[in-house]
C-alpha cells in the first residue's frame, strides 16, 4: 500500500564498450564524455543510471547522439574506487558524477581540474571537497544528500517509535568508510536526547556479518540500525534476512533497505539525485565552473515501513506510525 507516489530506483543498463576505442570515437565526433563512477555493481546501480539518463534527456542530450558516458563500477568493492576514479580521470571526461562520498574523494583525489558532481552522505565540507555551500570553490559540486547530521537521530527515532519499548540497539558499522566515521560521532548525543542504549559494532567484511548479529544478540540488543554506507547497501538482502532469523527489527536510510526485507528506512531519494545531477552536467558544458555553482542539501524524505518484514517478527506496528509513512510495504 503505498501512501504517496515517489520517484523510485529507475531501473536500465549500461553496457560499457572498450574505453579506448570509445573515446577515439567520441573525440573524433566532438561529443562531450561524462564520467560516472559507482560503488556499486552495474545491476544494483542501472535504476539510479537510467534516472540519469532521462534527466540529461529532459535537457536534450541523448547517449551516443551528443553526448557519450563512460561507467566505472566498484561492485560493493570501496576499495576499488581510487583505480577506477583514475581511469576516468585518465580518459579526460568534461565531468565525472560520483554517487557516493568515498567515490567523491577517489574522484578528487584523481584530479583537481575536470568538474565532478557528487551526492555525498557526509557533509561535503567536513570531507574537504568544499569551502562553503554557497561557493564551494576547487572542483567539486552537486548535492548534500542527508541535507544535515540531526537525521541520525530522526532515524533512531523512527526505529524506537516503530517499536515501542526499544531501549537499546545495535549500530552496523564500516571503520573504514568516511561517513560511518561521521555517524558514529553523531551517535551518543543522539541516544542521550532519546534515551537510548546504543552498541556500535564495526563489520569489515560481509565474512564478519555472522560474529556481528552474534555481538548484537550478546548485548541485548532489541533492534537494529544499519549504516547507510555502499558496502552495507550492497549486501542489504543477506543483512535484512538475517536480521529476521535474528529476531531483530532493522532501519536504514534508503528506501531499497525497507523494499529487500528491512522493517524501516528514511531517506531522500536516490534516482531523483541522479536525475538532478543532468542540471549540473547541462550548466558545465556550457561553460559554468563547478567551483561556483552552489552545492545542495536533501529536502525531500521518505519514510517507508515492511508490514511484510514487522509480520515475520511478530511485531504489531502503531496505527499511528503507519500513518505517518509514505510507503508500506504489505
Do not use: C
Not at 575536470?114 to 572542483?139: E, F, H, K, T, W
Not at 548534500?144 to 516503530?162: C, N, Q, T, V, Y
Not at 559494532?201 to 547507510?228: K, M
Amino acid at each position: 500500500m503505498r501512501r504517496r507516489e515517489f520517484i523510485t530506483l529507475l531501473g536500465g543498463s549500461a553496457t560499457a564498450m572498450a574505453w579506448p576505442l570509445r573515446l577515439s570515437a567520441q573525440q573524433t565526433q566532438g561529443r562531450p564524455l561524462i564520467g560516472v563512477l559507482s560503488p556499486l555493481s552495474l545491476e544494483m546501480a542501472a535504476r539510479n543510471i537510467e534516472a540519469l539518463r532521462q534527466g540529461l534527456h529532459d535537457l536534450g542530450y541523448v547517449e551516443g547522439r551528443n553526448v557519450g558516458i563512460e561507467f566505472r563500477y566498484a561492485d560493493g568493492n570501496l576499495g576499488r574506487l581510487p583505480a577506477l576514479a583514475a581511469e576516468l580521470a585518465a580518459l579526460q571526461p568534461a565531468v565525472i558524477i560520483a554517487g557516493s562520498a568515498q567515490g567523491a574523494l577517489a574522484a578528487r583525489n584523481a584530479t583537481r581540474t575536470i568538474p565532478i558532481v557528487i551526492a555525498s552522505v557526509q557533509d561535503p565540507m567536513a570531507l574537504g571537497l568544499a569551502i562553503s555551500m554557497a561557493r564551494p570553490g576547487g572542483n567539486v559540486t552537486g548535492f548534500w544528500s542527508e541535507g544535515d547530521e540531526s537525521l541520525i537521530g530522526k532515524r533512531l527515532e523512527l526505529l524506537k517509535d516503530a517499536v515501542p519499548g526499544t531501549s537499546r540497539l545495535g549500530v552496523f558499522v564500516d571503520p573504514s568508510d568516511a561517513s560511518d566515521v561521521s555517524t558514529v560521532k553523531a551517535l551518543p548525543a543522539a541516544a542521550r536526547a532519546l534515551g537510548l542504549e546504543l552498541r556500535v559494532i564495526e563489520v569489515h567484511s560481509a565474512a564478519e556479518f555472522e560474529a556481528a548479529f552474534a555481538t548484537a544478540a550478546r548485548e541485548g540488543a532489541q533492534g537494529l540500525y544499519v549504516s547507510q554506507n555502499p558496502f552495507f547497501f550492497a549486501r542489504r538482502a543477506q543483512i535484512t534476512a538475517m536480521a529476521v532469523r535474528a529476531r531483530l527489527p532493522a532501519g536504514d536510510g534508503y528506501r531499497e533497505f525497507a523494499v529487500a526485507g528491512g522493517l524501516i528506512s528514511y531517506a531522500t531519494s536516490l534516482p531523483d539525485f541522479y536525475r538532478r545531477f543532468g542540471a549540473f552536467v547541462d550548466k558545465i558544458l556550457k561553460g559554468a565552473n563547478a567551483g561556483d555553482l552552489p552545492i545542495e542539501r536533501a529536502t525531500k524524505f521518505e519514510l517507508v515501513v515492511n508490514l511484510k518484514t514487522a509480520k515475520a517478527l511478530g511485531l504489531a506496528i502503531p496505527e499511528s506510525f503507519l500513518l505517518r509513512a509514505d510507503e508500506v510495504i504489505e
